[in-house]
């Protein structure tokens, strides 16, 4: 038996605009803030969430847009990494070098990871990953496909290199 232990999530969940400082600009386009802001005339028409464990975030930012009349907002969850695979090889690290309470932390993080990703639902178009094997091994329900978008900066243009030298 698996025993979730998640201290402040109650009062967090009670009061997660006070916590979260993009909730003002959610709240200043729809008139709704507690302190007098200047109203945001542009409507949103995108949602990008960047990492795994801000989706919660992105899903309530969506629905508090939604209950206020935006419909067509489209939704993207970049998630850069699968952090299960990534914290189960950190802990196969762990455990051969024999630090074993640290490998048992990073195994718990991982089954919690892998069991929110592809059970948790979500409203996003699109999810990307960073790495092409990822893609291929990564199960969902957060997002309706998912995609490669690498890290990586484009090349220097020769003119751009020469004014770095000078």
């Known amino acids: 038996m698996l025993q979730w232990r998640l201290p ?81 090889s950190i802990a196969k690290a762990e455990f051969k070098a024999f630090r074993l309470a640290n490998a048992r932390s990073l195994t718990m993080k991982a089954l919690s990871f892998a069991a929110f990703q592809r059970w948790l639902s979500g409203p996003y178009r699109i999810a990307f990953l960073a790495a092409a094997d990822d893609v291929a091994r990564f199960k969902t329900r957060l997002a309706s496909s998912v995609e490669v978008r690498p890290n990586r900066l484009p090349p220097f243009s020769a003119m751009e290199l020469a004014s770095c030298a000078a």
């Open 8 to 88: 402040g999530l109650r009062a967090w969940l009670a009061a997660p605009e006070a916590e979260d400082p993009s909730w003002r600009l959610v709240e200043a386009y729809l008139g709704t803030a507690p302190v007098k802001t200047a109203p945001v005339k542009t409507a949103p028409v995108k949602v990008v969430v960047f990492r795994f464990y801000l989706h919660f975030v992105g899903k309530a930012v969506m629905g508090r847009l939604k209950r206020h009349g935006q419909r067509s907002i489209s939704a993207e969850l970049d998630l850069d990494d699968d952090e299960a695979a990534t914290h189960w």
